[in-house]
């Protein structure tokens, strides 16, 4: 078991910046890789930006490229998102999610943190 805890979220103003924070506690030591997806009001969730917890190769969605940073801390079992030059269409709710390998491949989800950007 993996257990995930978000924070970070809040209302920032277009243009400005978060940074999100998800630190895993339990069987981390099973972790292939973390990522980060979000959820608009009335939307399905989405990804946002996975990084391999090994070798720390990672990928962004196009929709972020250039704006948000995905980045891990192994010895604090946390992992990272900063997010700069926020729109409104940023607005949402932002999961971690952990994909373990426990004989087979197992997925795990925080309980969520709310971004809102203003314009």
């Known amino acids: 078991q993996v257990q995930l805890g978000e924070s970070g979220g809040g209302l920032v103003q277009a243009g400005g910046s978060l940074r999100l924070s998800c630190a895993a506690s339990?069987?981390?030591?099973?972790?292939?890789?973390m990522a980060w997806y979000r959820q608009a009001p009335g939307k399905e969730r989405e990804f946002v930006a996975q990084?391999?917890?090994?070798?720390?190769?990672?990928a962004v969605a196009d929709s972020v490229k250039g704006r948000f940073t995905i980045s891990k801390d192994n010895a604090k079992n946390t992992v990272y998102l900063q997010m700069s030059d926020l729109k409104p269409e940023d607005t949402g709710i932002y999961y971690c999610?952990?994909?373990?390998?426990?004989?087979?491949?197992?997925?795990?989800w925080g309980q969520g943190t709310q971004v809102t950007v203003s314009s």
């Open positions: 339990g069987r981390t030591f099973s972790t292939v890789r």
């Open positions: 999610n952990a994909l373990l390998y426990v004989g087979a491949t197992r997925h795990y």
């Open positions: 990084i391999a917890w090994s070798s720390g190769s990672f």
